[in-house]
Each structure stands twice: as structure tokens, then as C-alpha cells.
């Protein structure tokens, strides 16, 4: 069980303290059961629980948060609930999910600045995403692109199919690669200028 968990009664006093609070928190169940809640934690870390647990006193309501752990520092998802006993806390380190997140958020706005075309695709080369330099790159709307393959979409008669089998492989192996291909414009096909298509962690270009 990866997920942390306490108890503590109506009067702050800690019942229950499993093995993954204490993975989590570095405080083994020894130290934390019997002891208060309030004097758990060091510097302001009761100021910053105490609302979260009086809250769910007040209302009986569960209540859910993510936040930067003031003791841990990193992030932490908690679940807290009303007992007959007491209070009951379900928690988990998600900082490695949050930091993902961040990171996906800082790229999808990249993607969506940047003057390159970007595309991104499904296990099944299925275009899921596509940014609007593609839009005006290749003349496919978001909705004409979602759902087809690159291929299908802007491979033409001058293609270089070899090309097309490359990136392919590439893809399916999930390693990086950089190509120069020509595609073409949907309805007149008007040939597109030579560009490169370089796909990382499974995304590609064509």
C-alpha cells in the first residue's frame, strides 16, 4: 500500500499511523501514535492542517486537496474524513505526477507558440493534437487533422515513400529522428517547401 494513512480523535490525539505515512513523512509510527496531531509537525505545518481538519469537523463533508507539503516540500494529495472516532486522512506523494504535469503544461505552450508545425499522435499514428502553425503550414484544420494519419493527410505524389517507411520504424521504436520530406496541401496540392519532422518519445511528423 503506497497510500499513507492516520487516525487521529476528537481530542487531536494520533490512533493510527501506517507504514507509508511513515515512508512518506519520515516519522515512524512509534513517534506518531499517542502523540498530538497539533505538535506532529514542526515550524507552521499545524497552522497550514488544522483549517483542513476543523473543516471537515465543521461540515462532516470530505474534503480533498493537493498542496505543496510545508514540511516535506513537495506535493501532496489528501483526503480527509469524518469518523465516529475521530478524523481519518488518506494521503500520497504525487509530487513526480505534479511535476509532469508542469512540464507537459510548459511544452503544450511552446507547442502552441512556436512557427514550427507540431503534431501529436496516438500508439496508432492517429493525430490527436496539432497546433496552429500546422494549420497554417499544411491548410488541415484542427478538426480535418484529428483522427487521420499524417500520411494519409499529406503524403503526394512526390513523397518519398523510403522517407515515410523511416519514420515509421522510428516511431515504433520510440527514438528521435530528423528527416527532410516533401508533403502537400489538401484539394490543390500545392507542393509544401522541404522542412524536417523530428519526433521524440513516440511523436512524429508524418
Do not use: C
Not at 512518506?24 to 514542526?42: D, P, R
Not at 515550524?43 to 486537496?65: C, E, I, N, R, W
Not at 508545425?117 to 500546422?134: E, G, Q, S
Amino acid at each position: 500500500m503506497n497510500q499513507g494513512f492516520f487516525a487521529f480523535d476528537f481530542t487531536h490525539r494520533i490512533q493510527y499511523w501506517n507504514q507509508a505515512a511513515a515512508d512518506i513523512t519520515g516519522i515512524s509510527s512509534k513517534a506518531a501514535v499517542g502523540g498530538m496531531i497539533t505538535s506532529l509537525f514542526q515550524d507552521k505545518s499545524p497552522s497550514f492542517y488544522l483549517p483542513m481538519f476543523q473543516a471537515v469537523l465543521k461540515t462532516g463533508q470530505h474534503q480533498h486537496h493537493e498542496y505543496i507539503s510545508p514540511q516535506l516540500n513537495k506535493w501532496i494529495e489528501m483526503d480527509i474524513y469524518l469518523s465516529e472516532d475521530g478524523i481519518s486522512v488518506f494521503f500520497k506523494d504525487i509530487d513526480e505526477r505534479k511535476r509532469t504535469e508542469a512540464e507537459l503544461n510548459n511544452l503544450s505552450l511552446i507547442a502552441r507558440e512556436t512557427e514550427n508545425a507540431v503534431l501529436m499522435i496516438a500508439p496508432d499514428r492517429k493525430i490527436t493534437w496539432v497546433n496552429a502553425a500546422f494549420t497554417r503550414m499544411t491548410g488541415y484544420s484542427f478538426e480535418e487533422a484529428v483522427g487521420n494519419t499524417p500520411a494519409s493527410m499529406l503524403a503526394g505524389p512526390l513523397t518519398n515513400m523510403e522517407t515515410v517507411k523511416y519514420i515509421r520504424n522510428q516511431y515504433k521504436q520510440m527514438v528521435p529522428f530528423q528527416v527532410e520530406i516533401l508533403n502537400t496541401r489538401p484539394a490543390t496540392e500545392e507542393e509544401l517547401s522541404h522542412g524536417h519532422a523530428h519526433g521524440i518519445d513516440g511523436t512524429d511528423a508524418h
